[in-house]
C-alpha cells in the first residue's frame, strides 16, 4: 500500500528533505507537537525510508511546486493589427473581427502558465507504471494522447498573421486550463473530475488541428 496524494503533499509542506543514498530527514513544525499528529508524520517517514515508489512520487512532486514558484512572464509576439483586420476584413466578416479582437486583448493579458508537458512528464510515467486501476489507466491513456496532440500541435508552422493569432488563441486557452488541471492535481479533486479536464485539453487540439487545412485555404 502506498501513500495517497494527501499524504504525499503533507508530507512536502513539512520540507521534507529526502536523500536517494542515505536517508530522509523531517523538519517537524510546532502545530505537530500531539502524540497523534506525531505518529502520523512518523508512520508517513517509515513508510518514504522503505519505498522506493512513493520516494520517486514525492521528488515529482517537490520538482512539480518548484517549477510553479519559476517566474513566468510573457513575451509576447508584435503583430500588425492592421494586416490582422485587412485579412479578416477581406473574408466579409465583421463577427470575426470582433472575435478577434476580443481574443487578442485577453490573450496580451495572459501569465504564461506551466507547460503541459511538464505535467505529463511527471505525472502520465508514474500512472502507467504503477497503477492498475481502471481509472488511472483512463487518465494516462488520455495524457498520453494529448501528449501526442501537443506534440502535432507545436510542428505546425504559421505563415500569415491569422494564423499566428489563431495559434496564440489556443495557446492561450491551453494555459488556462492547464492552470486547471494543476489545481486539481494540488488540490487532490477526484480521478474523474480530472479526466473531464484531460478531455478538454485534448478535444481543443483536435480540434485546432481539424481547422489547420481551414486556415491554410484561406490564405490561397
Given amino acids: 500500500m502506498h501513500l495517497t496524494d494527501q499524504q504525499l ?12 543514498a542515505k536517508y530522509i530527514d523531517y523538519n517537524f513544525d510546532a502545530s505537530a507537537d500531539n502524540s497523534h499528529e506525531s505518529a502520523k508524520y512518523a508512520q508517513i517517514k517509515a513508510h518514504l525510508v522503505s519505498c522506493a515508489i512513493c520516494q520517486s512520487r514525492l521528488l515529482n512532486l517537490q520538482n512539480f511546486r518548484q517549477q510553479l514558484a519559476q517566474d513566468t512572464e510573457v513575451c509576447m509576439p508584435s503583430l500588425q493589427w492592421q494586416k490582422i483586420e485587412s ?4 473574408e466579409n466578416s465583421k ?6 479582437n476580443q481574443k487578442v486583448k485577453r490573450l496580451q493579458k495572459a501569465v504564461l502558465a506551466l507547460a503541459a508537458s511538464v505535467l505529463i512528464f511527471l505525472i502520465y510515467p508514474n500512472i502507467f507504471n504503477n497503477s492498475t486501476n481502471e481509472l488511472d489507466l483512463k487518465i494516462a491513456a488520455i495524457i498520453s494522447e494529448n501528449n501526442k496532440l501537443q506534440t ?3 510542428k ?14 489556443t495557446q492561450f486557452r491551453l494555459q ?3 492552470q ?7 488540490n487532490q479533486m477526484s480521478t474523474e473530475q480530472k479526466i473531464e479536464l484531460w478531455d478538454e485539453r485534448k478535444q481543443l487540439l483536435i480540434q485546432s488541428l481539424n481547422d489547420v487545412p481551414k486556415r491554410r485555404a484561406l490564405t490561397i
Fill in 156 to 169: 505546425f508552422i504559421q505563415t500569415n498573421y491569422m494564423q499566428l493569432v489563431a495559434h496564440e488563441t
Fill in 95 to 100: 463577427t470575426q473581427v470582433l472575435n478577434l
Fill in 176 to 178: 488556462q486550463i492547464d
Fill in 152 to 154: 502535432d500541435f507545436s
Fill in 87 to 90: 485579412e479578416v476584413d477581406a
Fill in 9 to 20: 503533499n503533507e508530507a512536502d509542506l513539512l520540507q521534507v528533505n529526502f536523500d536517494a
Fill in 180 to 186: 486547471e488541471i494543476q489545481l486539481a492535481y494540488l
